[in-house]
């Protein structure tokens, strides 16, 4: 799979290292190859990670149907290692204003959740631990967030890694083909 680490535009700022799979997301846009990597196609999105995504909207909404016609065709896959960090940014370089959900794996970090308007206050600063899954939906789909601060050493080994974190954010990108 292809990895990268990239820059945000529009004052954002990554230092991680970010996989796709389904669509290669470039700023601005996304691909089924990825050209700016490796020029190869990008894995196909797998239906357990589907299934999961529902089950997280499910359990969000309180509502058995809540996941019934979501189905994500798109994942990124950052990994924060030691002083890594998201700046603030909205998601939207997709098409669908479809929730998006976002998974946890390894050490705890400082999610900090905005407002729709400007990458500024108000937020609101959570911890998200390995394990804790996080929806974006309805009004707050559009939301400023960022990583300021990982805190390196939380992992529990039993997760699958040495340490760092990976975050794993499914989206409908409402794009065909």
């Not at 969000?60 to 016609?69: F, H, R, S, V």
Request: with cysteine.
């Amino acid at each position: 799979m292809p990895i990268r680490h990239t820059r945000l535009p529009r004052g954002g700022v990554m230092s991680v290292q970010t996989v796709c799979i389904g669509w290669h997301w470039q700023p601005y846009r996304y691909t089924r190859v990825a050209e700016d990597v490796n020029g190869r196609p990008v894995a196909p999105f797998p239906g357990w990670m589907v299934e999961l995504g529902r089950r997280a909207l499910v359990e969000a909404y309180q509502d058995p149907a809540a996941g019934q016609d979501w189905t994500p065709d798109t994942a990124l896959i950052n990994f924060y290692q030691g002083e890594a960090k998201l700046g603030m940014h909205q998601d939207k370089d997709e098409k669908s204003d479809a929730p998006v959900v976002s998974l946890s794996i390894g050490d705890t970090c400082v999610f900090r959740f905005g407002n729709t308007e400007t990458r500024t206050r108000p937020w609101t600063d959570v911890e998200l631990a390995s394990g804790d899954l996080f929806v974006f939906g309805g009004p707050s789909r559009f939301a400023y967030h960022g990583v300021p601060k990982v805190r390196p050493g939380t992992c529990d080994p039993a997760c699958g890694l040495a340490g760092g974190r990976l975050n794993i954010t499914m989206r409908v990108t409402g794009l065909s083909g």
